[in-house]
């Protein structure tokens, strides 16, 4: 069984930069697509960024595309998303997600991911 699991989030001012991580367990992260999908209150679940497997490319929504970089080891089963320039709307609760799809059609929805994270925390705030 995989289990995902975020750290990282917390409280920071805007132009702030922060860095979230993501381990998986319970199998080799190497074949699966890997990605950050957020959440605000009120709003539905948003694609951030996405890494497929197997040395495939990354890809960004454009909201967060030259502010964030998506990076993964896969010695470490461990994703890291190193956000900058923070604006208030980044605020929300920042998911790690899995699966084993990789077209690029589908990989921007939550529902190409079979395994996810508990979230942890964003808030971008003066």
């Known amino acids: 069984q995989v289990q995902l699991l975020e750290s990282g989030g917390e409280l920071v001012p805007p132009g702030g930069s922060l860095r979230l991580s993501c381990t998986l367990s319970g199998r080799t992260m190497r074949t699966y697509t890997v990605g950050w999908f957020r959440q605000a209150p009120g709003k539905e679940r948003e694609f951030v960024a996405t890494?497929?497997?197997?040395?495939?490319?990354?890809y960004y929504a454009d909201s967060v595309k030259g502010r964030f970089t998506m990076s993964r080891d896969n010695a470490k089963n461990m994703v890291v998303l190193q956000m900058t320039s923070l604006k208030p709307e980044d605020t929300a609760v920042y998911y790690c997600a899995a699966g084993q799809r990789s077209i690029l059609s589908t990989v921007r929805f939550p529902t190409a991911y079979d395994y996810w994270g508990q979230g942890t925390q964003v808030t971008v705030s003066s």
């Open positions: 890494s497929r497997g197997n040395g495939g490319s990354t």
